[in-house]
Structures are given as structure tokens and as C-alpha cells.
């Protein structure tokens, strides 16, 4: 079984930063593709950015200059830095990884609870 926990989420004014954390846990042998999507109310889920194993990143063109992704392939963990935060930045923010090897097999599309980020003043 594997799972993905998504922490640092919270309340920051309008220009602050926030740091997400997804830490991957499980008889983990290797992760590909790992990201960071996101849902505002009312709105579908969209993708912040991506980082795959060898480090190559994409990043949405509404973030891009502003949140920077980023992982630790030891750690099983990657991390999303989000900087000059604007209230339309206001989702809950899911981690999911594409392609997890474990020691039962591979898993595909695995998401995380979420964690909320409001930006608000």
C-alpha cells in the first residue's frame, strides 16, 4: 500500500509564501512522475507542476515565476514553494504520483488527501 501526505497548507496573506510538503510512504522501490494539482471551489482539478525522478519539471503558466517544485527522490518526498501567493491561488492542494514501484508491485495514479491553502487578507 502506499500512501501520499501532503502537509503545510494553511491561511497567508496576499504577496506570502507557503512551502507543501508530499511525503510518499510505503516499500517504496522508485517513483516516476510526481506533482502537485489543484481544486478551487466550484472549479475542476488542475495541475501546478510536475517533476519527474531525473529532476525535469513543468509548471502551469499561472504559477509559473511564483511556485517552484522540487523533490527528494531519498526521501520519497517533493515538496511545492509557492511565493507572491494572490487570493485566486485559493484550492486545496493535492499531491499525486503517476507511477509507484513497491515491493508488491506497481501502483498507478495515486493521490493524496489534499491540504487547503487560503489566501486572504
Known amino acids: 500500500q502506499v500512501q501520499l501526505v501532503e502537509s503545510g497548507g494553511g491561511l497567508v496573506q496576499p504577496g506570502g509564501s507557503l512551502r507543501l510538503s508530499c511525503a510518499a510512504s510505503?516499500?517504496?522501490?522508485?517513483?516516476?512522475?510526481m506533482g502537485w494539482y489543484r481544486q478551487a471551489p466550484g472549479k475542476q482539478r488542475e495541475l501546478v507542476a510536475s517533476i519527474i525522478s531525473g529532476g525535469s519539471t513543468n509548471t502551469a503558466d499561472s504559477v509559473k515565476g511564483r511556485f517552484t517544485i522540487s523533490r527528494d527522490n531519498a526521501k520519497n518526498t517533493v515538496y511545492l514553494q509557492m511565493n507572491s501567493l494572490k487570493p485566486e491561488d485559493t484550492a486545496v492542494y493535492y499531491c499525486?504520483?503517476?507511477?509507484?514501484?513497491?515491493?508488491?508491485?506497481?501502483?498507478?495514479?495515486?493521490w493524496g488527501q489534499g491540504t487547503l491553502v487560503t489566501v486572504s487578507s
Open positions: 510505503g516499500s517504496i522501490f522508485s517513483i516516476n512522475g
Open positions: 499525486h504520483a503517476d507511477r509507484v514501484v513497491t515491493t508488491i508491485g506497481v501502483h498507478r495514479g495515486v
